[in-house]
């Protein structure tokens, strides 16, 4: 299999839009937990499946973008 600069590239740009994604998520996931406990809840959903949400929101968009963006961009300039 031979590797494309464009598909290079799209990759990267997709790891950077990936990278973007999981700091966002994160950061509305620690919100959520941080708001339900100052409500005097334990943290909801998040702070008992923060393992496995964690792993989802890592994986999915860390991994799934880039290959995303070399698929499209492979595609795109040939």
Do not use: C, H
């Amino acid at each position: 299999m031979e590797v494309s600069l464009p598909g290079v590239i799209g990759a990267a740009v997709g790891l950077y839009v990936g990278w973007l994604d999981w700091k966002i998520l994160k950061g509305i996931l620690q919100a959520a937990e941080t708001k339900n406990k100052q409500a005097g809840g334990d943290g909801g959903v998040v702070a008992r499946y923060r393992a496995p949400i964690g792993v989802l929101i890592f994986g999915i968009p860390v991994i799934g973008f880039p290959i995303i963006g070399y698929w499209a961009a492979s595609l795109l300039a040939g």
